[in-house]
């Protein structure tokens, strides 16, 4: 079982309470109490309860005021507790003192994998007894030590401490006061060390000789594939001895180095070396006013790359100057198959200069243009360079202003391709025009297989013309037609493309103000419908008929696997003919009933046709009305399900002891996480 009670202003009175609840809990595997005010007093209530939890795997006590007195008593949790894997005390002001407390039972333990101590105020005589523990040890895998104070001799004992250690691959150290001399020191652990994946200097004083020694170690590491390096002072000399350093380095994958003084002739010196490389992936020299010249940079290392397979700029701004740069480097590259250019700002001059990839490029599978100012123009464009490419199968043009021109062009290029698969049009003003040219020429497209035409203002005009192309279509298994404005007749037009299509997997009609008359149509169309696998009908006006209609149609489905129909106005009749249909249900997996009108009874009809079922893994009623005995039927209902693994039940007007015994009920199903707890106010 996982609690979760961030940010619910809690003190040591309602750790006070809680410790009693969970004395007798034989379930809790995660407990996150982040963001509250337990103090020392709430430490000491917390470590009498927990030192002996044989369950309790994770612990997050982030910005708590627990300070080194609190960390005495979290020491004997970490003593006498032998399964707790992953610890979280970042921001507690815990100092050297704390971490001396700490420290002595993290040399004892043999289950902590990841622990968490940034912003603690921590110096180097912290980092010598952090460091004397943990130099043997076999588990520990991950730490942080952002934003503390530990400095060059800090950096020195924990390097010393951890040459030996042969565990550890992530270490951050963002933040630490650490110069020259603390890279020197981290070089040379650094040399034959053989874990260490990731390391993060973010925000130090490195300079660049600093980054010499670290350059120095690795030309000979074998391991780090994660290095940022993020406002640290380095110049161009530091840069060269990087590029040095990279020539002969097999594993470095991510380099950051963003926010520090290197000047563009030392960029581009630095990035003619891995060209050459067969592991970089990503290079990240970001300057916010420099987008068009890092994208050119960019296009210097990988014009001759043969690794590359994706390369991600979302939000780089580029502009469309950068990927001109970029459309001549890899319009004839051979690796090169995912582009991400998603809010560059490259608009329709931009999309003309990529068209060079999709014309010349026989590599490239998907391109994402989300959010870059493209309208009919560049749709255009893009449409005139579709027509002969022959690999590209996702495109994502969502949030563009294609408008109903650009989805005609679009539409031409569709009725020629025969290798896109995915297509993302979301947010584009398409209108019901704009749908009209597109369901054209899908009519005799045999290739998508998933369509987004969501938040595009459709109503039933539109979705009529989508007939005939879902009816006698045979690829397409995902439609996403969410925020528009179906409605009754809408729907009734969706049902009859729909009533004898045997491909689509995915439906979602999010929004789009269905009622019960459209839930009619909608599930006699669906009444013997053998592949329809996921269906969203969220945030609707679907009632009590609604409910009836739907549980009707899937009384004897055999696919159907997740059924949302949160935030509609389901009472317990719907509840209760729904729990009806799905009771010998043997596929249904998800069923959301968030924030509906469901009470005591219609809980009580979910919970008996639930409490056999050996499917439903997921079961949101939060948001209703089921009350105390509601809330106590389920619980008894799901005592002793092996199957169920999420039951959400907050905002229910569910009292406090009925809480208690719902928890009571539960705790010994330890495969059900249990959503109860509304707010602070509970603990009372």
Do not use: C
């Not at 007894?129 to 040890?137: D, G, R, V, W």
């Not at 980054?211 to 391991?223: D, I, M, P, R, S």
């Not at 780090?224 to 994958?253: C, K, M, S, V």
């Not at 809010?343 to 989300?370: F, M, P």
């Amino acid at each position: 079982m996982a609690l979760n009670l961030e940010n619910k202003e809690i003190g040591y009175k309602e750790i006070r309470v809680l410790s009693v609840a969970l004395r007798y809990n034989k379930t809790i595997a995660m407990l996150n109490l982040n963001y509250n005010q337990i103090g020392i007093r709430g430490t000491q209530y917390l470590s009498e309860v927990l030192r002996n939890k044989t369950t309790l795997t994770k612990l997050e006590l982030r910005d708590n005021e627990i300070r080194a007195e609190g960390a005495l008593y979290l020491a004997d949790i970490i003593n006498n507790n032998t399964t707790l894997v992953e610890l979280d005390l970042n921001d507690n002001d815990i100092r050297d003192q704390g971490l001396k407390y700490l420290a002595g039972a993290f040399r004892k333990s043999k289950a902590l994998t990841t622990l968490s101590l940034a912003g603690n105020k921590i110096e180097d005589q912290g980092m010598y007894h952090l460091a004397n523990a943990f130099q043997n040890t076999t588990t520990l895998t991950a730490l942080d030590l952002g934003r503390n104070k530990i400095g060059n001799l800090g950096i020195k004992y924990l390097a010393d401490g951890f040459r030996k250690n042969k565990a550890l691959i992530k270490l951050k150290l963002v933040s630490n006061e650490i110069g020259a001399e603390g890279a020197q020191h981290l070089g040379k652990a650094l040399e034959n060390n053989n874990t260490l994946a990731e390391l993060d200097l973010t925000v130090n004083k490195i300079g660049d000789e600093g980054v010499q020694y670290l350059a120095n170690a690795f030309k000979n590491n074998n391991t780090l594939a994660n290095l940022d390096l993020y406002g640290n002072e380095i110049g161009d000399q530091g840069a060269q001895h990087l590029a040095d350093a990279f020539r002969n380095n097999t594993t470095l994958n991510q380099l950051y180095l963003e926010d520090n003084e290197t000047s563009d002739e030392e960029q581009h010196r630095e990035t003619d070396v891995p060209s050459s490389g067969k592991t970089l992936i990503t290079f990240d020299l970001k300057d916010e006013e420099k987008g068009a010249e890092r994208a050119h940079y960019l296009a210097d290392i990988f014009a001759n790359n043969e690794t590359l397979n994706t390369l991600n700029l979302e939000n780089d701004n580029i502009g469309s100057q950068g990927t001109q740069h970029l459309a001549n480097a890899f319009q004839n590259n051979k690796t090169l198959t995912t582009l991400n250019l998603a809010s560059n700002a490259i608009g329709d001059e931009g999309v003309q200069h990529l068209t060079k990839i999709l014309e010349n490029n026989n590599t490239l599978t998907t391109l994402n243009l989300a959010k870059n100012g493209i309208d009919a123009k560049g749709a255009e464009h893009l449409a005139k360079a579709l027509e002969g490419n022959k690999t590209l199968i996702t495109l994502n043009l969502s949030s563009n202003e294609i408008g109903t021109e650009g989805a005609q062009h679009l539409a031409k290029a569709l009725e020629n391709n025969n290798t896109l698969t995915e297509l993302d049009l979301a947010n584009n003003n398409i209108y019901n025009e704009g749908t009209q040219h597109l369901a054209k020429a899908l009519e005799t497209n045999n290739t998508l297989t998933a369509l987004n035409l969501a938040r595009n203002e459709i109503g039933a005009e539109g979705i009529e013309q989508l007939t005939s192309f879902l009816r006698n279509n045979t690829t397409l298994v995902t439609l996403n037609l969410k925020h528009n404005k179906l409605e009754v007749d809408g729907v009734k037009h969706l049902a009859v493309g729909l009533e004898n299509n045997n491909t689509l997997i995915t439906l979602d009609l999010v929004s789009n103000t269905i009622d019960d008359e459209a839930t009619l149509h909608l599930a006699a169309a669906l009444l013997n419908n053998n592949t329809l696998v996921t269906l969203l009908l969220r945030y609707n006006k679907i009632g009590d008929k609604g409910a009836e209609y739907l549980a009707i149609a899937f009384r004897n489905n055999t696919t159907l696997h997740k059924l949302d129909l949160t935030r509609n106005q389901i009472g317990d009749q719907g509840a209760q003919d729904l729990a009806t249909a799905f009771r010998d249900n043997k596929t249904l997996a998800y069923l959301g009933l968030d924030g509906n009108k469901i009470k005591q009874q219609g809980a009580q009809h979910l919970a008996a046709a639930f409490e056999n079922n050996k499917t439903l893994t997921f079961l949101d009623l939060a948001g209703n009305e089921i009350g105390d005995q509601g809330a106590q039927d389920l619980a008894a209902a799901f005592r002793n399900n092996t199957t169920l693994t999420t039951l959400d039940l907050r905002r229910n007007e569910i009292g406090k002891v009925s809480k208690h015994h719902v928890m009571q009920t539960l705790r010994e199903n330890t495969t059900l996480k249990l959503f109860l707890w509304d707010d602070v106010e509970d603990l009372d």
